[in-house]
């Protein structure tokens, strides 16, 4: 669902300011219906099969929400239930000025979880929140690595002595997507040229695009 949902080739601007001929928009799956459940269920199944011990799981917002509220939900049908907890990206400036929302619990093992890994900025900041909040890390996953920029490097550095897991690579939802697109219909232009760049159009569905923007 992953590779149909958010990969999507074409020129992106990352918010590493980076450029990159593809982009991942995890949250178009996980706060689809099945997509959310699917989530969870494969975050839960990796968390059984490492043989984490944890109470709570929980990461940086926004990237993390669908997946920690996905997993904590599923995670109440079985006898081990796990919490949920939120990341501010800084503190709040009213009430209690906190940067963890719901689960905090002192001495507590947990899980940090995230969508797509970069660079790791975001894994590794709610990495330190929730030790600064006497909390420790049992491990950490992430739906995607992107396998550049040294992300996965950075947060295993991180996290140590926890362990990094990514559920899939870039090249994994690389490889379905153009396979899903490649097996599909011939669908030929009705218009000459694309609307997003004006070159040759090869398909119209839905729209006029071009080769590089029909995904």
């Keep these: 669902m992953l590779a149909e949902k958010s990969f999507r080739l074409g020129k992106f601007t990352l918010s590493s300011g980076a ?3 593809y982009y991942i928009d995890c949250r178009a799956t996980t706060l689809d219906a099945e997509g959310a459940r699917l989530t969870g269920r494969a975050v839960l199944d990796e968390i059984a099969a ?5 109470e709570a799981i929980g990461g940086l917002t926004l990237g993390a929400d669908p997946i920690v509220i996905s ?22 400036q009213h009430g209690t000025g906190q940067r963890i929302e719901g689960f905090q619990k002192r001495g507590a093992k947990v899980v940090i ?6 660079t790791g900025g975001s894994t590794v900041q709610a990495i330190e929140v929730a030790r600064a909040a006497g909390m420790e890390i049992a491990g950490v996953i992430c739906l995607v690595d992107r396998e550049e920029q040294n992300g996965r490097a950075n947060v295993e550095k991180a996290a ?3 362990q990094f897991a990514a559920l899939f690579t870039t090249s994994d939802l690389r490889k379905e997507h153009e396979q899903a697109r490649d097996a ?5 232009a009705a218009s000459d040229t ?8 090869v398909t119209n569905a839905p729209r006029p695009r071009c080769e590089m923007h029909r995904a």
Aim: aromatic fraction near 6%; charged fraction near 25%.
């Design 19 to 21: 450029q990159s001929d």
């Design 50 to 54: 490492r043989g984490w011990k944890a």
């Design 194 to 201: 694309c609307e997003m760049c004006g070159r040759p159009a």
């Design 113 to 118: 979880v995230d969508d797509v890994c970069t």
């Design 71 to 92: 997993a904590a939900v599923l995670s109440a049908e079985s006898k081990s239930p796990i919490h949920g907890f939120l990341v501010r990206k800084q503190e709040k």
């Design 160 to 162: 140590t002595p926890a």
């Design 184 to 188: 599909g219909p011939q669908v030929y």
